[in-house]
Every structure is written in C-alpha cells, then in structure tokens.
C-alpha cells in the first residue's frame, strides 16, 4: 500500500494519495491545491488515478479537482448536498482572496453508504453533515483509518459559521457517527495532524 498525506495551498489541506503497489490503482482525496505537485508524486509513484474523492466543496479541498480531472481522466465525487457551495466558488474564492478555481458539477456522488476506493482498500461513505450540509468522512475499515475532512481534528471540530454550518449538527454527526468507530482507528483530518478516535473521545475538548 502506498499512503502519502501531505497539505497543498494556502490554506494547507491535507491531500492524501493512496495507491496499490499491485495493480497500480490510485485514489486522491482533496487536491485543494498544488495539483502539478500531485500529479507529478502520481507520475513517479507509477499510479492510475481512479477516483477524486471530496470531503466537501469548501475552496481549499476542491479547488483542485477539475485541473486533476483534466489532466488524469479520474472522475470527481462529491455529495450533492454541497452542490450549492460548488457554485459558490467565485464568492469563496474571494473570501480568501484566492483566484476562482474552474469547477464543474461532480461525476459521481458520495450518498451515505456508498462504497468508493480501490479493490483492495475500499471505504465507506459516511454522510456527516455540519461543517457543511455535504461534509462526508470516508472509513477505511480493513484499514482502520478515517479520512474525516473538516468535521473532525485533533482536538477540534470544524467551523460551523460559513454558510450551510451547523453546530448542533457537526456534533450529532461525530457522536453519532465517528465515535461509534474503535478507539484505534486512525484519523487523518483535513488539516494538521492525525489522531485516533480513542484519543478524541477522551480528550477532545468539544466532544464532552
Ligand atoms: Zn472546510
């Protein structure tokens, strides 16, 4: 298994690529930013693209993902409840004050249950609803590992007072959702360092 996280853009989103040393399949979830860079890492790695998978249609996460798409061929997938964040991009875009990122609706959607990924590293979708309406987490069972966007960190939870937030919803979805996973499942969160479930239900200050 090859599994690279590394943050892009101004805004350092975690992008992580997961490969399959075998049949040489890939997968890259939120190429926000930088994507020459991941592109390039695809190439020397000797990797397919299969799948860009988006953890939600904030700026930082999906900017990226057409430029990838162009240059791989890869499918975008996104959950239709962030549609309407999609298409706010030139206003997210000027939030930053970044450059309007070309966007174009999703290939595929991420509906809750969906199993996406490679052959031998499948996840599951996990609508998870709060950061934004479409945030969803994707669980790498076999692999114990989550990639949990912005909805959880280690020792935060994602803002909720951009539009489509909800703080009674961020929290419902980790409770209800993430912390029914075993304490040694891997987080890796959309921004800064991993953590482990065991360890945010103990000691995450917003989840008491
Ligand atoms: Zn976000």
Request: overall charge negative; proline content about 8%.
């Amino acid at each position: 298994m090859i599994l690279e996280t590394f943050p892009v853009g101004p805004l350092q989103c975690n992008c992580t690529i997961l490969g399959d040393e075998e049949t040489r399949e890939a997968i890259v979830v939120d190429p926000g930013d930088e994507v020459t860079r991941i592109h390039r890492r695809l190439t020397a790695l000797g990797l397919v693209l299969k799948q860009i998978l988006i953890t939600h249609a904030h700026i930082d996460h999906v900017g990226g993902a057409l430029k990838l798409k162009s240059l791989t061929g890869a499918p975008i997938f996104l959950n239709e409840s962030d549609l309407p964040l999609l298409q706010m991009m030139s206003a997210q875009a000027a939030w930053l004050g970044l450059e309007t990122p070309a966007t174009a609706p999703p290939d595929e959607g991420l509906v809750d249950g969906r199993r996406v990924g490679l052959e031998n590293y499948p996840a599951q979708v996990l609508h998870t609803p709060g950061h934004t309406q479409g945030s969803i987490c994707l669980h790498f069972a076999p692999l114990k590992m989550i990639l949990a966007g912005d909805t959880l960190f280690a020792g935060s939870i994602g803002r909720t007072d951009l539009p489509g937030g909800n703080y009674e919803q961020i929290i419902e979805s980790i409770h209800s959702r993430l912390l029914k996973l075993p304490d040694e499942t891997k987080v890796i969160p959309g921004h800064g360092p991993a953590t482990l479930i065991g360890a945010e239900r103990r000691t995450n200050p917003f989840l008491k």
